[in-house]
């Protein structure tokens, strides 16, 4: 799951690059059967075989949320922040009661909308945001990739960079 905002320039310098984070759809779980290429015991990586509105509801509670509280800009803390999904049956309603709730913490005004059908706007998180750390790390493998995400959510992004990659 891929979170990104508008970047934001005052006086032509980048003051917030618009990278929320990106948060992969797995879970870690301690191998119960040892093979030739790792330990009985040791962490395995394992994709979430359902992806269901409950689990898309968990991270974007858990994990969405706290990171836009912590990076978003303070100045537009108290305008409306427009969380745009795709219309998959397993997004959340634009009502959620467990996600409204939410939403209104810390003084912020966070807000469900749905993409218009067959619009491409979500290709610019694929093309743009997760291939652009693909293709720099190098990563060839669940095991490589899962990491290599993780620790992009900690590095700003270059504005003028992450912009000319994202306008091709």
């Known amino acids: 799951m891929c979170v990104c905002a508008r970047p934001r320039f005052r006086n032509r310098e980048c003051v917030f690059d618009g990278k929320i984070g990106c948060f992969p759809l ?3 779980e301690q191998d119960i059967r040892g093979s030739h290429n790792r330990l009985r015991g040791e962490q395995v990586i394992k994709p979430i075989q ?4 409950d689990v898309i ?3 974007m509670i858990s994990r969405a949320l706290p ?6 800009p303070r100045e537009d803390v108290h305008k409306p922040i427009f969380i745009q999904q ?9 009502n959620d009661p ?3 709730e939410f939403t209104k913490q810390d003084g912020f005004d966070i807000r469900l909308i749905c993409q218009p059908p067959n619009c491409p706007d979500f ?10 750390i693909q293709y720099k790390k190098n990563a060839k493998t669940m095991q490589e990739l899962i990491p290599v995400v993780e620790e992009v959510n900690d590095h700003p992004f270059d504005c003028f960079n992450t912009m000319k990659i994202l306008r091709q």
């Open 67 to 72: 990171a836009i509280r912590a990076k978003w």
């Open 86 to 94: 795709d219309n998959a049956p397993t997004h959340l309603k634009m």
């Open 57 to 59: 509801r968990d991270f």
């Open 50 to 53: 359902s992806i269901t509105r």
């Open 26 to 28: 797995v879970t870690f």
């Open 98 to 100: 467990q996600f409204c």
């Open 123 to 132: 290709n610019i998180l694929d093309l743009g945001f997760f291939q652009a």
